[in-house]
């Protein structure tokens, strides 16, 4: 018996819900096998490749390329031949056939009457999500006219913080004033501007500023180099930043405001606050503390290139536990900036300049000097904590040798 | 009474036989006659004759006359006998020759079988049973191939059965002639000469009100009754090579219900069909349908699929079979609800 097989637009998580198809691989009626790539999807934070769901032949392809496409949408379909059915289709292939395109008609028919409104969703579905407490009003269905699918309750209750927030609808009526050039807010920059807008009106953000003298780290970096070890100095901040973290736990923690609890979290992950031409992204050096600098900064070096290049995939921008934002290298002597959330804060690296000192005889010297911030969320700590914490990466990086005394 | 008890015990040794439906339908108001005095039959046909189907072969020629009595062609008027004979203390077995042929007796059944009980406040009670061979699919002709089991489904005060094997043909018309209450007891003609089964030759009985499952499944559950049930096997069997395992039931008893294996199971699958050869509208399977709203509503995984004949009078033989449900129609039903 032949069967159509459909091949959606499936939910790819972080609230993504539409992407771009950039190239197929594939034409109507070329022989796909299973998992082999359909079509390649530029999503809001990366590029996907589909990969065909069953084997056969392609049957219809229904969108060009460059078109978007919201998730749970049908890109193409695949007649697939299923040798196990035979007994069937010897019994009377014909009609078989027929009511499988009746079924499929209805189906289709269905996608598109929603007059109320209504979030659809089975009632087991709804049974799910309301054990997992759950308000299945805030779930993207996946399904057949946007149906809330098991699935999506169980994704959707899985990240319960990048989702849970929906964002106002915007007025559609509202007429504006004819611009003279139209951005599509849309993809990355639409995501950054949730996310953004999330965590300022939810966290009351404080940010303390200090001053890091980098002159003797600076040193050690040349004689690395001479030696052929060429690191850049945020590994050193990064593995200051980590033991600081370690030290004071309430800056790798995450507030639960519905369950009154602070979970501190025992896992050591950085984001790396990265500019790329999309947007802003913050690629993730997972496990921390288990890393060497040396390794950290291969690391780091690999996933901002990646990050230029629009090739992050999902699993490097999850489960960042303590962001950094090393704008340096733009410039810059102070900024504020926004804590990454559900994160409890974030600190910033600006531009280091050659400044005349006073030292302790009173002389003047000339040091290599960064500002430096920590941004916390006021809720779940105080300025003096923060205060205690940069204080702390301070004197770790204004004498790096003491950075080997927390070598493991 | 003596010389039924040595027939029992002789029963018995015998064991077990193969026996098609209709014999074991025979064999079971033999071993009730044996054993009860107080039974007797009624019916057009069915003492000289044996029926128009066979179901009391021989048993006048066993029993007399007096037990096993042929009626003139009038559905009230022995419909009503067998009222007053219940009212009297005896267990009357009327004989329907097809259940299109009830119509007339209607009012015997809605006005006074279904309510003795109710109307002398349980001083009487109605031990009846009514047999009626139902259904399409044996080319009769108009009227013969009636499924109506809705209309008395709707009626309280008698219960509604209907077998599928030879081995619950005997043991739940067994029961029903020993229920105090009147008992429609449906038997779908079409199964009556089909596949043998081990039948025990001694008195057993089968509990009226509940449903078997005939096959354990995980996916979907399909629900059916009487000649519906080799249509939901055959289905479920094609189903199997595509991977989905249905749970298919048997509820054996339409009035009442089983509610706890209905529940049980969509509770488990969530995906339901429901078969059955009667009209759509006013079915049986409406009624379920809202049983499962009522117990399962929060473990629906897909709306609830109905394949029942359509809502026309059953047509002549040349057209029944566009009538009747198919193993296609199930088929199709099964995926749609799996894969929506």
Known sequence: ?408 | MALSKVANKQAVQVGVKELTMIQAINDGLKTMLEEDPKTLLLGEDIGKNGGVFRATDGLQDVFGEKRVIDTPLSEAGFVGTAVGMALNGLKPVVEIQFLGFVYPAFEQIATHVTRMRTRTLGYYSMPMVIRAPYGAGVRSPEIHSDSVEALFVHLPGIKVVCPSTPYDAKGLLLASIADPDPVLFLEPMRLYRGKRQEVPAHDYRIELGKGEIVQQGEDVTIFAWGAMMPIAMEAAELMKEQGISCEVIDLRTLYPLDKAIIADSVQKTGRVVIIHEGHETGGVGSEIVSVIMETSFLYLRAPIEKVTGFDVPVPLFALEHTYLPTTERVSQAIQKVYSF
Request: aromatic share 6%.
């Open chain 1, 1 to 408: 018996m032949n069967a159509l097989v459909q091949v959606k637009f499936s939910d790819m998580g972080e609230g993504m819900n539409e992407g771009e198809i950039i190239h197929y691989f594939v034409g109507v009626g070329d022989v796909v096998s299973v998992d082999q790539p359909l079509v390649e999807m530029q999503t809001d934070k990366m590029v996907a490749e589909i990969p065909a769901p069953a084997a056969g032949t392609i049957a219809s392809i229904h969108y060009k390329e460059g078109d978007v496409v919201t998730v749970g949408n049908v890109i193409m379909e695949i007649t697939t031949e299923a040798e196990s059915a035979a007994p069937l289709s010897e019994m009377s292939n014909t009609r078989l056939q027929s009511a499988s395109t009746t079924i499929a008609t209805k189906k289709n028919a269905t996608t598109v009457t929603n007059p109320y409104n209504r979030i659809l969703a089975a009632p087991y579905t709804r049974k799910i999500a309301r054990e997992l407490g759950v308000d299945i009003e805030q779930i993207q269905g996946t399904g057949p006219a946007g149906r809330v699918l098991d699935d999506d309750v169980y994704q959707f209750a899985e990240q319960p913080e990048t989702n849970k927030w929906t964002e106002e609808q915007e007025s559609a009526t509202q007429k504006l004033p004819q611009a003279e050039e139209e951005i599509r807010f849309a993809g990355i920059r639409k995501r950054i501007a949730e996310k953004m807008s999330y965590s300022v009106q939810t966290i009351p953000h404080v940010t303390h500023y200090d001053e890091v003298d980098l002159t003797h780290l600076l040193e050690e970096r040349s004689v690395l180099k001479e030696m052929g070890e060429s690191i850049s100095v945020a590994a050193f901040f990064i593995k200051a930043v980590v033991i600081c973290l370690k030290e004071f736990p309430i800056f790798n923690a995450q507030l639960e405001v519905e369950k009154e609890i602070i979970r501190l979290l025992k896992q050591y992950s950085i984001g790396i606050a990265t500019h790329t031409e999309a947007g802003l992204m913050v690629p993730v050096i997972h496990d921390a503390d288990q890393k060497s600098i040396r390794f950290m900064d291969e690391e780091m070096k690999r996933l901002i290139k990646k990050a230029k290049a629009g090739d992050l995939k999902l699993a490097d921008m999850k489960q960042a536990t303590f962001t950094v934002n090393n704008v340096g290298p733009l410039g810059g002597m102070a900024a504020t900036p926004i804590i990454n959330h559900p994160e409890t804060a974030i600190m910033t690296f600006y531009k280091t300049k050659k400044v005349p000192v006073v030292t302790k005889d009173d002389a003047l010297e000339i040091r290599s000097v960064m500002n430096v911030s920590v941004t916390f969320d006021h809720r779940v700590m105080d300025g003096a904590q923060s205060i205690a914490f940069t204080n702390r990466f301070k004197e770790l990086i204004e004498h790096p040798t003491k950075l080997l005394l927390e070598l493991i």
